[in-house]
């Protein structure tokens, strides 16, 4: 018996398209070189936001996920904490709320609140931030776990894949054929004949320090660091913490190819950035950094459907950092548009077929 789909990829992106096509009756296989959430998704913090995403078609995929994610993560130490979007100088503030009230008109829970408020809510923060807006949406997850659970019951294949085509995989333990192949590989998905490259991202680990950061919280540049397309190193300040305790530090981004060297400018800044947000950070350790690699698109947007190039292949790629958060809603679409079902939301935005993605 041949699968009717395989799909390329264990993580948490392709973990979510075979979830997604088991649901509506089809027999799946997923293969992947190293196993579930061997990759990118055990390299992230495990966000779900909506936070960070001004109207349009990334931020309605986000909302549809973030219904979709309760029900799917109960095994995966779902949080649904909150963040906190802070202004560091006087000139962040107006922006800052335009964005929000952008927000808010698509059906966005933005919260206005006074820096007073903020630190009522974040008492370690610094008390010199100029504004704050609350996004209750906003939460968190383990993605190995959410991945690990998304693939339950469903058949994984370790194996490294050669070639494709639209209805057959070839290892090296021989050619799978099938009805359908998903390109779910993150930014390794340029091999399938789409634009997306690897854009690095690191993440300092700090000792547990049990209920010291509450949200997630971010200095509001962090918004225009994901929407930029510079190559060169950026950081923005993001803290958050972990059930463990541990408190997690970002954001970098650096598009170097696949170069997985941790450099020490690169933890310096995070750790100055992070220190800016909550000063007593100085005083606690840091455990560990560890990397990753964000797919990224040139317009910033996911790759979700059928290419036209090679009918029977469908890519779901190019979620960049926001892979976690994009997930249920990416498997939903893509499953509804495999099977001709109606789509979860447009799915013309993220088509193959657009100049900026095709190679």
Known sequence: MHPDVVVVGAGIIGAACAQALTARGLDVLVVDRRGPASGTSAAGEGNVLVSDKGPGPE???????????PELAADAEWEEKGGLVVATTPDAAGPLHAFAASQRAVGVEACEI???EALAREPHLNPAITAAVHYPQDAQL???????????GIAVRHAEVSAVDGRSVTTADGVISCG??????????????????PRRGVVLVTTPIP??????VYDADYVGAV?????????????????????????SRQRKGFDDTIESRVLKALARRAIALFPMLADVPVMRAYGGFRPYAPDHLPIIGEDPR????????????????????????LADLLTGGTPLVDPRPFRVDRQEVMV
């Open 59 to 69: 931020l309605d995929l986000a909302k549809a996920s973030r219904e979709l994610w």
């Open 114 to 116: 006074t820096p007073q």
């Open 142 to 152: 383990n993605p190995v776990k959410a991945t690990r659970t998304l693939l339950r």
């Open 180 to 197: 359908a192949v998903v390109n779910a590989t993150g930014p390794w998905a340029r091999g399938f004949g789409v634009n997306v490259l």
């Open 211 to 216: 209920g010291r950061v509450r949200h997630k």
């Open 227 to 251: 929407a930029s397309g510079d190559a060169d190193l950026q950081t923005s300040g993001v803290v958050e913490s972990t059930q463990a305790g541990t408190v997690l530090i970002g954001s």
């Open 310 to 333: 090679t009918p029977g292949l469908w890519h779901a790629t190019g979620h960049e950092g926001a892979g976690v958060g994009l997930a249920p809603a990416t498997g939903r679409l």
